[in-house]
């Protein structure tokens, strides 16, 4: 087997096709892994939530990571690791383009993105319905694959 | 949808199904994300691999999470994620038992555990062999599934 470096092209098509990416915080040296729904747009990876841990701990240390996969055996899988910087879309009128750009990206996956929004119910407690929108500033973007 | 926790039963269905789960360790505030294979056996997680920057940054600091997930839509989703501490199975006569319960298990799924170990290629330099056995303590392991 060998693992190869994979071009800018197979690693965009990789990370627009993935129905979710794995994003990792961390708080005081712990990380914490939660698949998440993300688009792709112009050196950023736009996203949205309702308010939790994870916004709290990147608050605190925006440095994360996003990991992109597509792994159906041995010999044959891909896999995108994104070194990025955690950014906050708040009501504040210096974010109010990207926050925009966020809501109309997001919108053509409403599939994906209302789960995050729609009323929950966790054990018997409403879950708060604070939006958060955000973008991860890609640093670095590599990718690898096997080939046979 | 309300999102309901899994039981320890559908915790172990799910971690022992899933192909893969995904591994977070940081260095220096920085996390990074890694696929891997995984066994899970009385309170730890098997896993091997080659020695690589993610070994480095676990013997700095061992504090880790591993994430596994089974995601078939918005409202059809499994997630468990696992707050653990790594912990090296070396050649030291004080490892020898779990390593040779690590080799055991992860043998087993030898379709899965042989592509970190057979000689690989990556962008022209041969990557070394040195093979690293670890597990990861589970100090904590919690589940969440969407329920419509």
């Known amino acids: 087997m060998?693992?190869?470096a994979m071009n800018q092209f197979e690693i965009m098509h990789l990370v627009e096709h993935?129905?979710?990416g794995?994003?990792?915080c961390v708080h005081e040296g712990?990380?914490?892994?939660?698949?998440?729904?993300f688009v792709c747009r112009l050196g950023y990876f736009y996203s949205f939530t309702t308010y939790g841990r994870k916004i709290e701990w990147m608050r605190v240390n925006p440095q994360v990571c996003l990991e992109f996969d597509d792994i159906s055996g041995t010999n044959n899988w891909q896999t995108v690791i994104v070194v990025g910087e955690y950014e906050e879309l708040t009501d504040d009128p210096e974010h109010l383009a990207a926050r925009n750009?966020?809501?109309a990206l997001l919108s053509k996956r409403a599939e994906?993105?209302?789960p995050a929004y729609v009323k929950t119910v966790i054990r018997d407690h409403v879950r708060s319905l604070e939006p958060v929108y955000f973008r991860?500033?890609?640093k670095e973007?590599?990718?690898?694959?096997?080939?046979k």
Chains 1, 2 share one sequence.
């Open 18 to 20: 993935a129905k979710v």
């Open 136 to 138: 991860i500033l890609i």
């Open 2 to 4: 060998q693992i190869n």
């Open 101 to 103: 750009e966020a809501h």
């Open 141 to 147: 973007m590599t990718g690898h694959k096997a080939v």
């Open 112 to 114: 994906w993105w209302q």
């Open 30 to 37: 712990q990380p914490y892994v939660i698949p998440m729904n």
């Open 22 to 24: 794995r994003l990792a």
